[in-house]
């Protein structure tokens, strides 16, 4: 898939000697976000219009054609999240706007007008999606507590799920899921026992971390990541802060 964006960048030299590059931030929850893609090029009824992700996983986004929004070859992760507006080839509107942006969609897009393995135009567009720190406050007698993570989003199975805490010395695991289970394996020594996650976190979108006698040397900030073949596909921060302690 990176092979063929990249090859259809090249090819749509032939008719700028550039290609426009734009760059788009919106924070995580936000409703929607917008790729755009405004071209002053007169195009044709019968090309098609492609969006893809080359970045960090190449993924099929979204394909117009016919006068359709043709979707039977999108990747699964964009179902039901994109649109383009009614008649974009008069209007030369070819912007594609993405709903509830998550920290995955950040990455690389490339649409792509072409007809019959000829490229009319193509613009590239870099999303970043950043997200935004959430605090948890705990009392010192409390039996537990729970750093918050779930998502509508669909989640590879064959994902791995790690929560850590830069703050710690030696190892900053705090607890891993992989394979279906929980692994206590380089995970921090003061975290032994007192963490646990629910059944099938993945099905469920939920991640979220419970800690079990929470202390004063729990204060700190988590970071939870969702890895999948070396690339983090999600990510989420939780700051832990302690009422009662005195500090």
Not at 73 to 81: K, L, M, N
Not at 122 to 135: D, T
Request: glycine content about 4%; hydrophobic content about 35%.
């Amino acid at each position: 898939m990176l092979a063929v964006c990249l090859a259809l960048a090249v090819a749509a030299l032939g008719w700028y000697t550039t290609i426009t590059v734009s760059f788009v931030v919106v924070e995580e929850g936000e409703c929607f976000v917008k790729l755009p893609y405004k071209t002053i090029v007169p195009l044709p009824e019968d090309v098609t219009v492609e969006w893809s992700r080359c970045a960090p996983e190449p993924m099929r986004v979204h394909e117009y054609c016919n006068g359709n929004n043709h979707l039977v070859r999108q990747d699964e992760f964009y179902c039901d999240r994109t649109e383009m507006q009614e008649e974009p080839l008069k209007t030369r509107d070819l912007s594609l706007t993405l709903r509830d942006p998550c920290y995955r969609d950040s990455g690389t897009y490339i649409c792509t007008v072409h007809k019959d393995r000829e490229v009319w135009t193509q613009k590239v567009v870099r999303l970043r999606v950043n997200v935004p720190q959430e605090v948890v406050e705990v009392r010192d007698w409390a039996k537990c507590v729970t750093l918050p993570f779930k998502t509508r989003a669909r989640l590879p199975a064959d994902a791995t799920v790690e929560w850590k805490r830069f703050e710690l010395s030696n190892s900053s695991t705090v607890h891993v899921y992989q394979n279906g289970q929980d692994t206590s394996e380089g995970q921090h020594s003061s975290y032994r026992g007192r963490t646990k996650m629910r059944e099938n976190p993945l099905q469920a979108g939920d991640l979220s971390l419970t800690l079990i006698n929470p202390n004063h040397e729990d204060i700190g900030a988590y970071t939870c990541t969702v890895e999948r073949d070396g690339d983090i596909i999600w990510k989420r921060s939780v700051r832990l802060e302690l009422k009662g302690l005195g500090f």
